[in-house]
C-alpha cells in the first residue's frame, strides 16, 4: 500500500518539525553550533507565573465613582444653564450612592422649559415629575460607555506605568467590565510594583480657606465632635479616602458650604511621630495633573534632599499664572490623592514650573525612590478612577524552578511506568502504543509553544493526565484486537475490526472529558486555564495520535511483513 | 498473550447490584455528614483573605512563630502551618474577609524582619483574595460544576437514550460527593485547584461510563423487550480488561504526581486519586444499574 508509507513519512516529519520547535526551551542557545540555531524557531515555551515566578494583580476599578463623579459635573454645567436662562431653581443635587439627580425648581411654568434644556442631552433618562422637582439618571448605554471608558483608561495609565517600570512581557487585560487583571512575570520588587500600579496619582492645585470663623482650633473641635460619632482614623482598619469621605459628610453644614477638610501627614524626621495636619481647602481645583508636561527627580542644591520638579502644558500654565497672580500671600495646597503634600504661601505670580517636596521618609534613598515613583506615575497619568486589590499573588523566583522540577519529574517519572507497562503488557504491539504516546506527548507541547498558550503547573499536571488517559484509546484497541484473535480472525482482519469497532468509543469518551475541559476553560483563572488548555489540547491528539497514527503504523508494518500472528 | 484478567470471565457484577447500590448511598450519606458537619476547609480562593509561604534559613519554633505573628492586629483567624519535615517551612494563612488586606503581607513581613532580621528568611509566595474576588471565585467554580454536569447530562442523552443519562449523571453526582466527603474528612484544603480536580474526575469517570454503556448498548443489541441483567453483565465482564487496565495506567501517573510532584500539585493529585478509584466502582455499578432500573422502569410502563 503506498498510501500506507506515505502516512508513515508525513507522521515523521509532523515529530520531526515538533521537535525542531520543543528544543529552543530546553537547551541553551549559546551552546549549539551556529548552523542550528538558524533552523530553531525563536519561540520559547511560555511559562505561567507559578513555574517562572511574578506577580498577578487582580484590581477592582470603582466605575460607579466615575459614573457619578460624572452626574456630579453634569449637574454643575445643567445649574449654569438654567441661571443664563433666568429659571430659578430651588436647589438640585445627586441622591447618595448614585447617579440620579433631582432639580427642585420655584415657578410651576418653568417646567416645559427645564425640561427641554435637560432633554438637548440626550444621554439623559427622566425618571419622575413631581409638581416643583424632575429627577433624572444617566441612560444606561451612556453609563456603560463612561464605565467602559474609565476601564480603559486606567489601563492606558496602568500600561504607562509599567512600561516606566521596565517589565518583560507585562499583561493588562480588562475581565468583566469592572476589573482589571496584570501579570508581571519575573518581576523583582512586586511591593513597589504594586505602589506605583495602584497610585491614583490624582494631582490637584487647591486654595487653602484662611476663615477666621475656623480657626485651627474650631477645626480640631471640628474632628473631635466627628470622633464622637464613630468617624475616627485608623490606618490598620479604614482607608484614607474613605476616612475622608466619612468626616466630610459628616460635616455638611458645619464648614463653609465651598470648603472640604484635607489633611497633611507630617513625620518629624528627627523623633518619627507622625501628625495629620488638617487644612480648609476649596472643593474645586483650578489645577490639576492633566494640565502636566512633564515631572521628573531634581535635587536641592543646599540639602541634596531628592524633591520632584514639574512642568505644567501651555493651558495650565495660564492658569496657574492666574491663580497665583491673583492670590498672593495665600497658602496654596499641592495635593495628591486626596493628602495634602505641602501648602506654601505663594510668593508671586509662578508661571510653568514647581516643585513637590518630599516630607516624608527619613534617609534619603527611601525619598529617592518615593520621588522617582512619583514622578513616573505623574508622567504616566493619573488614574481615572479608584482601584481596589481583589486578588494578588506572588510567586518567588525559586519557588518556580523548583515547581517546574518537581512537576516535569513526576510527569517523566509517571509516563515511564506507564511505557513500560505497555510493553510488557502488550508486548510488541506496546511499543506501537508507546511511540504514539511519545508524539502525543511531542505534539501537545509544540502545540502550547506554536499558540504561544502558557504553561502552568496544573497544567504540566494536565499533560501527565493526558498520557494516562490516551493510554486508554489504546488499550480499547488493543482489547478489541485481542478479542477479534480469540475469535480466530486473522491478524489483518482483526486489526482493521478492532480499529474499526473501537473509533466511536474513543470519540465519546474523550469528546465528554472535552466538555468538561470547556466549561474549565471558561470559568477557571490563570493556573486552572493553563490545566484547561493542555487538557483540550491533549484530547485533540489523543484521539490523533491513538487511532490514526497507531492504525497507520500498524497497517504499514502488518502489510510489509504479512504477518500470520501479531504480538500484543 | 499476557492478561490480568482471563478472557472467559464472568463476575456477576448485577446480581450483586442491591447490595452495592446500598453501599454507594451509605457512603454518600456519610460523606454529606462529614460536610455538613466536620465542614470543609475551604481555601482563601474562598473565604477570602491571605497567605503567605516562609522558608527560613534555620529552623525555627512553631509556637514563637506564632506568637509573634498574633501581634499583627486582623479580625481573622491566623494558620501557621509547617510544610516539609525541616522546620524551617510554613504557610502562614489569614482566613476571612479583611477590609485592608493588601497592607496585610507588608505587615507580615515586618514583624518577621523585626523579630528574626531580614536576610533569615524569604519569602516564596504569596497570596492575597479579597472579599469580592472570594465570592466571586466560588460562583464561578459552583458554575462550572453545574454547566459540567448539564453538558454531559444533554450530550449522554443525545448520543445514547434517555434511559442511560440519568444513570450517568447520578454516577458522577456520586463521584463528587464521596471525593468531597473524604477532603472534608482528612480537612485537606479545597481551593479552586480542587474544582479543577473535580472537573477533571467527572470528565474521566464519564469516560469510562460511555466505554461501558456503550458495550452495553452493542450487547443488547436488537433484543427486544426489557434488558436482562445478564446481557449488562456480559457487557461489563467484556469490558472488563480494559476498565481495570486504564484505571492502572491512569493511577501509575496520578501517584507519581502525588509523591513528587511537590506541594502544590499534591492535593490536586489526591483528588484524583480517590476519583478516579471511585469513579471506576461507580461507572461499573451505579451507572449500569440505574440504567436498568430506568429500563424496567419504563418498559413496564408500555
Keep these: ?568 | 498473550m499476557f492478561t490480568f484478567i482471563k478472557a472467559d470471565i464472568n463476575i456477576d457484577f448485577m446480581g450483586n447490584r442491591l447490595f452495592f447500590s446500598f453501599v454507594s448511598i451509605t457512603l454518600i450519606i456519610i460523606s454529606l455528614i462529614l460536610i455538613f458537619t466536620r465542614g470543609i476547609n475551604f481555601g482563601i480562593d474562598f473565604t477570602g483573605g491571605a497567605s503567605i509561604q516562609v522558608k527560613f534559613k534555620e529552623a525555627v519554633d512553631v509556637k514563637e512563630l506564632r506568637m509573634g505573628l498574633t501581634e499583627i492586629k486582623s479580625n481573622d483567624a491566623l494558620q501557621v502551618q509547617s510544610l516539609g519535615d525541616q522546620n524551617n517551612e510554613f504557610l502562614l494563612t489569614f482566613k476571612g474577609e479583611e477590609k485592608q488586606l493588601d497592607t496585610l503581607n507588608s505587615s507580615i513581613t515586618q514583624v518577621l524582619k523585626d523579630k528574626y532580621g531580614d536576610g533569615s528568611f524569604e519569602i516564596l509566595k504569596t497570596d492575597m483574595v479579597g472579599p469580592k474576588a472570594g465570592k466571586e471565585l466560588r460562583n464561578s467554580g459552583f458554575y462550572a460544576c453545574l454547566y459540567a454536569l448539564l453538558g454531559i447530562l444533554i450530550y449522554i442523552t443525545i448520543r445514547f437514550d434517555f434511559k442511560y443519562s440519568p444513570g450517568a449523571v447520578a454516577c458522577l453526582i456520586h463521584d463528587i460527593i464521596i471525593t468531597v466527603g473524604i477532603f472534608s474528612l482528612l480537612q485537606r484544603e479545597f481551593s479552586l485547584t480542587t474544582i479543577a480536580a473535580l472537573l477533571t474526575i467527572v470528565g474521566y469517570s464519564i469516560n469510562d461510563t460511555v466505554v461501558i454503556f456503550d458495550r452495553i448498548r452493542e450487547t443488547v443489541g436488537k433484543s427486544k423487550g426489557v434488558i436482562a441483567p445478564s446481557l449488562v453483565n456480559k457487557a461489563l465482564n467484556e469490558t472488563l480488561s480494559r476498565t481495570v487496565l486504564t484505571s492502572l495506567t491512569t493511577l501509575f501517573v496520578v501517584t507519581s504526581l502525588f509523591f513528587f510532584g511537590g506541594l502544590v500539585i499534591r492535593d490536586f493529585a489526591l483528588a484524583l486519586l480517590i476519583g478516579i478509584v471511585v469513579g471506576t466502582y461507580s461507572s461499573v455499578y451505579i451507572a449500569s444499574s440505574l440504567m436498568l432500573l430506568m429500563d424496567k422502569y419504563f418498559s413496564k410502563k408500555s
Design chain 1, 1 to 568: 500500500m503506498k498510501i500506507g508509507k506515505w502516512k508513515i513519512y508525513f507522521t515523521a516529519l509532523l515529530a520531526i518539525g515538533s521537535l525542531l520547535i520543543i528544543l529552543p526551551s530546553f537547551l541553551k542557545v549559546d551552546e549549539l553550533p551556529y548552523w542550528v540555531t538558524k533552523i530553531l524557531p525563536e519561540k520559547k515555551i511560555k511559562l505561567g507565573l507559578d513555574l517562572q515566578g511574578g506577580l498577578h494583580l487582580v484590581l477592582g476599578v470603582d466605575v460607579d465613582k466615575v459614573v457619578n463623579e460624572n452626574s456630579d459635573r453634569f449637574i454643575e454645567r445643567i445649574k449654569q444653564q438654567l441661571k443664563d436662562d433666568k429659571i430659578e431653581i430651588d436647589s438640585s443635587a445627586r441622591v447618595l450612592d448614585s447617579s440620579e439627580f433631582f432639580i427642585k425648581f420655584k415657578n410651576i411654568t418653568d417646567i416645559d422649559k427645564i425640561k427641554k434644556i435637560i432633554a438637548s442631552h440626550n444621554v439623559i433618562k427622566h425618571l419622575t415629575s413631581y409638581p416643583l422637582e424632575l429627577r433624572y439618571d444617566f441612560s444606561e448605554d451612556y453609563k456603560k460607555s463612561i464605565k467602559d471608558r474609565a476601564v480603559n483608561q486606567t489601563i492606558e495609565a496602568i500600561r504607562n506605568r509599567i512600561d516606566e517600570f521596565g517589565v518583560n512581557e507585562p499583561t493588562i487585560q480588562a475581565q468583566g467590565f469592572d476589573k482589571i487583571v496584570i501579570q508581571l512575570p519575573g518581576i523583582k520588587d512586586p511591593n513597589r510594583a504594586k505602589g506605583v500600579i495602584g497610585k491614583t496619582a490624582k494631582l490637584e492645585f487647591k486654595l487653602v480657606i484662611e476663615d477666621e470663623n475656623f480657626s485651627p482650633v474650631k477645626i480640631n473641635e471640628l474632628i473631635k465632635d466627628a470622633e464622637t460619632a464613630g468617624i475616627k482614623y485608623d490606618e490598620k482598619l479604614i482607608p484614607y479616602n474613605e476616612y475622608l469621605k466619612n468626616l466630610n459628610e459628616f460635616l455638611v453644614g458645619k464648614l463653609p458650604s465651598n470648603a472640604d477638610l484635607l489633611f497633611e501627614r507630617a513625620e518629624n524626621k528627627d523623633t518619627g511621630t507622625k501628625a495629620m495636619l488638617p487644612y480648609l481647602v476649596e472643593k474645586t481645583a483650578i489645577v490639576t495633573g492633566d494640565h502636566l508636561a512633564d515631572a521628573y527627580v531634581s535635587f536641592d542644591n543646599q540639602t541634596n534632599e531628592p524633591f520632584v520638579s514639574f512642568e505644567l502644558n501651555a493651558i495650565g500654565a495660564k492658569f496657574f499664572e492666574e491663580l497665583t497672580g491673583k492670590n498672593i500671600g495665600k497658602k496654596l495646597a499641592i495635593i495628591l490623592d486626596n493628602t495634602i503634600f505641602s501648602a506654601p504661601v505663594v510668593q508671586s505670580k509662578i508661571g510653568s514650573q514647581g516643585r513637590i517636596t518630599m516630607g516624608r521618609s527619613r534617609s534619603l534613598n527611601s525619598m529617592q525612590t518615593e520621588a522617582e515613583d512619583l514622578a513616573l506615575v505623574l508622567r504616566a497619568g493619573a488614574l481615572p478612577a479608584q482601584l481596589t486589590f481583589e486578588e494578588e499573588r506572588v510567586v518567588g523566583p525559586s519557588l518556580g524552578s523548583d515547581s517546574i522540577k518537581q512537576g516535569a519529574n513526576s510527569m517523566l517519572l509517571g509516563a515511564f511506568a506507564v511505557f513500560l507497562f505497555m510493553l510488557i503488557y502488550y508486548r510488541k504491539a506496546g511499543i506501537i502504543a508507546d511511540t504514539a504516546l511519545a508524539l502525543n506527548m511531542l505534539f501537545i507541547t509544540s502545540s502550547l509553544i506554536l499558540l504561544e498558550a502558557t504553561l502552568t503547573l496544573p497544567g504540566i499536571a494536565g499533560i501527565a493526565l493526558t498520557v494516562g488517559m490516551a493510554v486508554d484509546a489504546n488499550i480499547i484497541i488493543f482489547e478489541r484486537i485481542r478479542e477479534e484473535i480469540r475469535s480466530g480472525n486473522s491478524p489483518k482482519a482483526s486489526v482493521e475490526s478492532g480499529f474499526d469497532k473501537a473509533l466511536s468509543t474513543i470519540i465519546d469518551s474523550n469528546l465528554t472529558t472535552g466538555i468538561a475541559g470547556i466549561v474549565l476553560l471558561q470559568y477557571g483563572t490563570g493556573p486552572i486555564k493553563g490545566f484547561a488548555v493542555t487538557l483540550l489540547i491533549g484530547i485533540l491528539f489523543t484521539v490523533f495520535t491513538s487511532v490514526f497514527i497507531s492504525k497507520w503504523i500498524f497497517r504499514f508494518l502488518i502489510n510489509r511483513n504479512k504477518f500470520k500472528t501479531i504480538s500484543i
